[in-house]
């Protein structure tokens, strides 16, 4: 059976460590990629990152510090993880055949 999953749902104490700028749903498309590639999984691996850094905020910046806050560090790093873990499960499925 495949999972129509394309969002991720951040646990509540993301929004006490960080304070995104949107809602508490990480969204990465991935429809369009071929999992089954190296090519395919390497672009995912970059949205990823992309989307999770832009979810927690690393990048802003702050008034008087280019510094990531602990908060948003902590953030990024769960966050990843998370998807990273998502999507495994994900491109295993696919390998399968399911």
Same mark, same amino acid.
């Given at each position: 059976?495949?999972? #129509?999953?394309?969002? /991720?749902?951040?646990?509540?104490?993301? &929004?006490?460590? @960080?304070?995104?700028?949107?809602? =508490?749903?990480?969204?990465? #498309?991935?429809?369009? /990629?071929?999992?089954?590639?190296?090519? &395919?999984?390497? @672009?995912?691996?970059?949205?990823? =990152?992309?989307?999770?850094?832009?979810?927690?905020? /690393?990048?802003?910046?702050?008034?008087?510090?280019?510094? @990531?806050?602990?908060?948003?560090?902590?953030?990024?790093?769960?966050?990843?993880?998370?998807?990273?873990?998502?999507?495994?499960?994900?491109?295993?499925?696919?390998?399968?055949?399911?």
């Amino acid at each position: 059976m495949k999972r #129509p999953l394309v969002a /991720l749902a951040a646990l509540a104490t993301f &929004g006490a460590l @960080a304070t995104p700028a949107h809602a =508490d749903t990480l969204s990465i #498309p991935y429809r369009d /990629l071929d999992l089954s590639t190296a090519e &395919g999984q390497k @672009a995912l691996d970059r949205r990823i =990152d992309v989307a999770v850094r832009e979810f927690c905020a /690393l990048d802003q910046q702050r008034t008087g510090t280019r510094i @990531a806050s602990n908060a948003s560090r902590r953030c990024y790093a769960e966050t990843k993880r998370q998807a990273t873990r998502h999507f495994a499960a994900i491109i295993d499925e696919q390998r399968v055949g399911g």
